[in-house]
């Protein structure tokens, strides 16, 4: 039906990519070192013992440079950033939030009411914006036709999604909400549409405001939603190349 093209982890909320070659997924849970970390601005007390809205946190729909950051994940645990704007950066996360959200403080207008203000660790789950525990799908076909109405290049990590599926026509996931699939060995219910804001509209590469994805999505289809969330109902290990399949 549909197969893995390539997996995403995002270690910091908003803040970075890391493309991996397979993960383990757990039940009721969400992907693996996937927005384990988020910095929350200074007009928040979130500090990452529960979930809370996206809106508590720096992020791209307000800052789109971020979406620019790359990220690697060392043996160590530490963290390697990198801006095409700034120097690179290695830290580790546990000790050293601060010197992160400094480095970030040159992407982020000095002018804007709500400010970076920490590094903090989620303690039960990834800091998805979803209510619950979500893995993210991205439908290749459907970027590609956003592509098309936009007619230019863009990269499909401006969605920021977990997998990208290669495979089903466009916009076929939407038609996947409530229905059961196998995805490698694990097995998952798709929940919701995933509804998109102005993140989107930063380039992944260069972090510059490039195309008006929200009104392509909404002049062309009549919505603002691309991808699906998804739960994970049994634990299993998914790898690139993997398929999607209704279970």
């Given at each position: 039906?549909?197969?893995v093209?390539?997996?995403?982890?995002?270690?910091?909320?908003?803040?970075?990519?890391e493309q991996?070659?397979?993960?383990?997924?757990?039940?009721?849970?969400?992907?693996?070192?996937?927005?384990?970390?988020?910095?929350?601005?200074?007009?928040?007390?979130?500090?990452g013992?529960e979930?809370?809205?996206c809106a508590?946190?720096?992020?791209?729909?307000k800052?789109?440079?971020l979406?620019?950051?790359?990220?690697?994940?060392?043996?160590?645990?530490?963290?390697?950033?990198?801006?095409?704007?700034?120097?690179?950066?290695?830290?580790?996360p546990?000790r050293?939030?601060?010197?992160f959200?400094?480095?970030?403080?040159?992407?982020?207008?000095?002018?804007?009411?709500?400010?970076p203000?920490?590094?903090?660790?989620?303690?039960?789950?990834?800091?998805?914006?979803s209510?619950?525990?979500s893995?993210?799908?991205?439908?290749l076909?459907s970027?590609?036709?956003?592509?098309g109405?936009?007619?230019?290049?863009?990269?499909?990590?401006?969605?920021?999604g977990n997998?990208?599926?290669?495979?089903?026509e466009?916009?076929?996931?939407?038609?996947?909400?409530?229905?059961?699939?196998?995805l490698g060995?694990?097995?998952?219910?798709?929940?919701?549409?995933?509804?998109r804001?102005?993140?989107?509209?930063?380039?992944?590469?260069?972090?510059?405001?490039?195309?008006?994805?929200?009104?392509?999505?909404?002049d062309?289809w009549?919505?603002i939603?691309?991808?699906?969330?998804?739960?994970?109902i049994?634990?299993?290990?998914?790898?690139?190349?993997?398929?999607?399949?209704?279970?």
């Amino acid at each position: 039906m549909a197969e893995v093209a390539s997996i995403w982890r995002h270690p910091i909320k908003s803040h970075g990519r890391e493309q991996i070659a397979s993960v383990a997924l757990t039940k009721g849970q969400t992907l693996p070192g996937d927005r384990i970390w988020a910095v929350p601005l200074d007009t928040s007390a979130a500090d990452g013992q529960e979930w809370v809205p996206c809106a508590h946190f720096s992020r791209g729909a307000k800052t789109p440079a971020l979406q620019a950051i790359q990220i690697t994940t060392l043996s160590d645990g530490n963290l390697t950033v990198t801006h095409p704007d700034l120097p690179s950066l290695t830290f580790d996360p546990s000790r050293e939030g601060e010197v992160f959200v400094d480095w970030t403080r040159a992407l982020v207008d000095p002018d804007r009411a709500a400010q970076p203000d920490r590094l903090v660790l989620a303690t039960e789950r990834g800091m998805t914006d979803s209510p619950y525990p979500s893995i993210s799908l991205m439908n290749l076909a459907s970027h590609r036709a956003v592509e098309g109405a936009a007619g230019q290049a863009l990269s499909p990590l401006r969605w920021r999604g977990n997998i990208l599926l290669d495979g089903p026509e466009a916009w076929a996931e939407f038609d996947w909400i409530g229905h059961e699939f196998t995805l490698g060995t694990a097995r998952i219910v798709i929940r919701d549409r995933i509804r998109r804001c102005n993140a989107t509209r930063g380039n992944p590469e260069t972090g510059a405001v490039d195309v008006d994805t929200l009104a392509i999505l909404k002049d062309n289809w009549a919505h603002i939603d691309f991808g699906v969330y998804a739960e994970v109902i049994a634990s299993g290990e998914v790898r690139t190349g993997d398929r999607l399949e209704h279970a």
